[in-house]
């Protein structure tokens, strides 16, 4: 899997929009963008991943830049609640139509963005 | 969340005993992970399933094994506990409908071996 390279650690205010950084510079054609987070003492919480669009759900947005080389979390309105460590990760689809004969990934987490949200 | 249980939540035990940790999913989904986290190192996968009775080795393997007899359960064991083995062990799925669905983890088992 691609590396990805993130700032040890950000401060947002309660309320504005958090923009959380990740560059991966190696990442290949077939893999994508996987964001989670974690809080403390918890299990990693999945938050969104892309290929190469820009992506949003429910809790966060995801822009990646045209080349792929870097992309951008941004939670839109930052809660105390969002103070946690927030990974990103790059890896190769896990479709079981493309590893039918095993193979699945396992994810590999680096150390992340420790977010705090200040009131 | 994800329907995933793992057992127990917490564990002391003495380092050569045997340890088994269960995790249990209600999702049908056919890939299961075990991951490792301690201070310094991030998440480190141990052995990963990707249906009954197949399983593979992850990146820190030595030292456990996995088992998987059906789609719910996925068993990681210690055969002879160290304490270098003492950590906060996670359990994750993946499968459902369509592509790269994203992993989804269990809320971890804290592993002290003394």
């Known amino acids: 899997d691609a590396k990805t390279t993130q700032p040890p650690s950000m401060d947002c205010a309660e309320g504005r929009a958090a923009n959380l950084p990740c560059n991966h510079s190696t990442i290949s054609g077939n893999e994508y963008v996987y964001w989670y987070r974690q809080i403390h003492s918890q299990g990693p919480q999945y938050i969104i991943h892309g290929l190469k669009n820009n992506e949003t759900n429910e809790m966060a947005s995801l822009i990646i830049t045209e080349d792929r080389k870097s992309s951008t979390l941004i939670l839109p309105h930052a809660t105390l609640r969002d103070t946690a460590v927030y990974y990103c990760i790059v890896s190769r689809s896990i479709g079981a139509e493309m590893y039918s004969g095993g193979g699945a990934d396992g994810l590999t987490f680096g150390k992340g963005t420790h977010l705090i949200i200040q009131p | 969340d994800a329907g995933i249980t793992q057992s127990p939540r917490h564990k002391v035990t003495e380092t050569g005993t045997p340890v088994t940790l269960r995790c249990h999913q209600t999702?049908?989904?056919?890939?299961m992970y075990w991951y490792r986290q301690d201070p310094g190192h991030g998440l480190r996968l141990i052995h990963y399933?990707?249906?009954?009775?197949?399983?593979d080795k992850g990146e820190v393997s030595d030292g456990y094994s996995v088992s998987r007899s059906k789609t719910e359960d996925f068993l990681l064991t210690l055969e002879s506990a160290t304490s270098s083995q003492t950590s906060v062990y996670f359990c994750?799925?993946?499968?459902?409908?369509?592509?790269?669905?994203?992993?989804?983890f269990g809320d971890g088992t804290r592993l002290s071996i003394l």
């Open positions: 399933s990707y249906g009954v009775k197949d399983t």
């Open positions: 994750a799925i993946s499968g459902g409908q369509g592509v790269n669905q994203p992993q989804h």
């Open positions: 999702e049908n989904h056919r890939y």
